[in-house]
């Protein structure tokens, strides 16, 4: 297994993370302190905020090396009606 690092977190607790070609959920990224094991193989990662625009990317995790993602979730912009 290689530990998958998630970089800079935004401090909002209900960040998730689901490193699977299905979508599963991994966990809450605040519970799992800034990094995960996964076995060697291609994901789809996938990081959710409410609020947020989702981060998605395909990732290659190799066996022995570590994996960085510094997620940058944009704000989804809230419609303001006159």
Same mark, same amino acid.
């Given at each position: 297994? &290689? /530990? %998958?690092? %998630?970089?800079? !977190?935004?401090?909002?607790?209900?960040?998730?993370?689901?490193?699977?070609?299905?979508?599963?959920?991994?966990?809450? #990224?605040?519970? %799992? @302190?800034? +990094?995960?094991?996964?076995? /060697? *193989?291609?994901?789809?990662? &996938? #990081? @959710?905020?409410? *609020?947020?625009?989702?981060? &998605? !990317? !395909? #990732?290659? $995790?190799? !066996? *022995?090396?570590? %994996? +960085? $993602?510094?997620?940058?979730?944009?704000? $989804? /912009?809230?419609? $303001?009606? /006159?």
């Amino acid at each position: 297994m &290689c /530990p %998958l690092s %998630l970089g800079a !977190r935004h401090g909002n607790q209900e960040e998730a993370i689901y490193p699977d070609k299905s979508g599963a959920y991994a966990g809450a #990224i605040a519970s %799992l @302190k800034s +990094s995960v094991w996964l076995d /060697p *193989g291609a994901y789809h990662l &996938c #990081i @959710k905020s409410a *609020g947020h625009a989702d981060y &998605c !990317r !395909r #990732i290659y $995790v190799l !066996r *022995g090396k570590n %994996l +960085s $993602v510094l997620d940058k979730l944009a704000p $989804v /912009p809230v419609e $303001v009606k /006159p």
